[in-house]
């Protein structure tokens, strides 16, 4: 793993943590930081959740501008994929995932974000999608994703404008889901996805994948989709587990392992 990209791991909880100061700007070393950290987290056993994290100052000022101002056409055809990837590598882990956003989330920065199943968002956070003052579009799943969580007519308003929300916008149009004071969007963050920690984790997992595998689809494979992962997790211990502590009338949430 790069030494731009860590995954600490504390109480259950991993936090991928972004390392290039000032404004970590996101080079290809950090984008593969990003799919091996990922693909660390997804593996991991004591990892229930993962916090995306940049530091109390930036969450991420988007993608290396100077590594990509002497990219050429074939160059960028090359590269293109890892950008995809490393927002992938985040958008399919298979475990609650949330962007602790403190500062600047522009750019690759905001589709890492994106990437993330919910956002907490420091009181003085600006978030955006600024790739057309350059003359580009965003390329790691911005134009898609935005639109998929605020509608394609506020996500056409950023894209094509570039122009920067605060966090209260961000919260009013839905971009970001909680808007805390900056001090404490590390620990909200934390907070937040705890409690999948020794919880049923395949029903979780089951359930984060039904929902952005349907969002994919028609509503009929969508069904079947939920249908298949419904009836596998009759295969698992949790489903025993919680339906017996019901049964049995146990006190307090199930014991899951
Ligand atoms: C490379 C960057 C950078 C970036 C900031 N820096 N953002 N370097 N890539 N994305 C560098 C600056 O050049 C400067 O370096 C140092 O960080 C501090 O930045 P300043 O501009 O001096 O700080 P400030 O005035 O506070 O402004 C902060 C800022 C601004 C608003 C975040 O830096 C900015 O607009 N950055 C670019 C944001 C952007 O356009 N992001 C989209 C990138 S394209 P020096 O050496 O001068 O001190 C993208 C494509 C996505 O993300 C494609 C898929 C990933």
Redesign the pocket.
Known sequence: MSDLVRLEVEDGIGTVRLDRP??N??NAEIQHGLVAACREAAERSDVAAVVVYGGEKVFA??????E?ETMSYTDMVDHSGL?QDFTRALARLPKPTVAAVTG?A????C?VALACDWRVAAEDARLGQ??I??G?I???G?TQRLARLVGPARAKDLVLSGRFVDAREALAIGLVDRVVPAAEVYTASRELVSRYVGGPSYAVRAAKEAIDRGLEVDLETGLEIERQLFAGLFATRDRATGMRHFVEKGKGPAPFE
């Open positions: 000032p404004m700007a996101l000022a988007g993608a290396d501008i100077k990509m950008l600047y522009l750019g690759g920065g589709e600024p790739e003052l350059l580009i965003p390329g790691a911005g």
